[in-house]
């Protein structure tokens, strides 16, 4: 059995990935505030590697105003289907301009008007104001690319623990955890819990 973290996420994402029926790649993200109110939400995992988690948001989002002033988060992924669970807590960091660029591009022409659109954890007046901020974009944009805004980017969170969940008969759970000994390895040290 592998002692390495970033290996055992890969396995078990590409089994959920065959498995759950909808959004394999969704995870809850919890941020904490400058007071130290916490905030949990579901965001969609975009890319990861041995450098982390990488996600994308409106920069002026109420998670994204967490982030700033506590750049440290955990995310969880949860997949009913194989009865299994990860939990990473790390510290955050926003993406150069090429990667969220990279990632923009790839995006549904839809969505990439949206992220004009949204002015994402504040309030409107009606649906309907948002709607003509759409076709706002639909005509700005007619004939051309769709350019990332300057207020949208990414995360990614840089591992520091991973816990990994397996559910059990009888509540009999297995969990495998993985410390990080420092910021300048990839040295992890390993614990074995039981429920």
């Known amino acids: 059995m592998t002692s390495d973290p970033f290996s055992i996420f890969d396995t078990w994402y590409n089994e959920a990935r065959e498995t759950e029926l909808n959004d394999s790649n969704a995870m809850t993200i919890a941020t904490a505030d400058a007071n130290g109110q916490p905030a949990a939400r579901m965001v969609l995992l975009k890319g990861y590697d041995r450098d982390g988690f990488i996600f994308y948001t409106n920069q002026e989002s109420r998670k994204a105003t967490d982030i700033a002033a506590n750049p440290k988060a955990a995310i969880l992924f949860h997949w009913k289907s194989v009865r299994r ?13 090429e990667i969220a660029d990279a990632y923009f591009a790839t995006r549904s022409r839809d969505s990439q008007l949206g992220a004009w659109a949204s002015d994402q954890s504040r309030p409107l007046d009606s649906r309907a104001t948002f709607e003509a901020r759409y076709e706002e974009m639909k005509a700005r944009f007619d004939g051309q690319d769709v350019t990332r805004p300057p207020h949208w980017s990414g995360y990614r969170l840089v591992p520091k623990r991973f816990e990994f969940w397996q559910d059990r008969e009888h509540r009999l759970h297995e969990r495998r955890t993985f410390m990080r000994t420092n910021d300048s390895d990839e040295s992890w040290i390993e614990g074995m819990l039981y429920p």
């Open 85 to 97: 669970q990860i939990r990473i807590e790390g510290n955050l960091s926003t993406v150069s301009d």
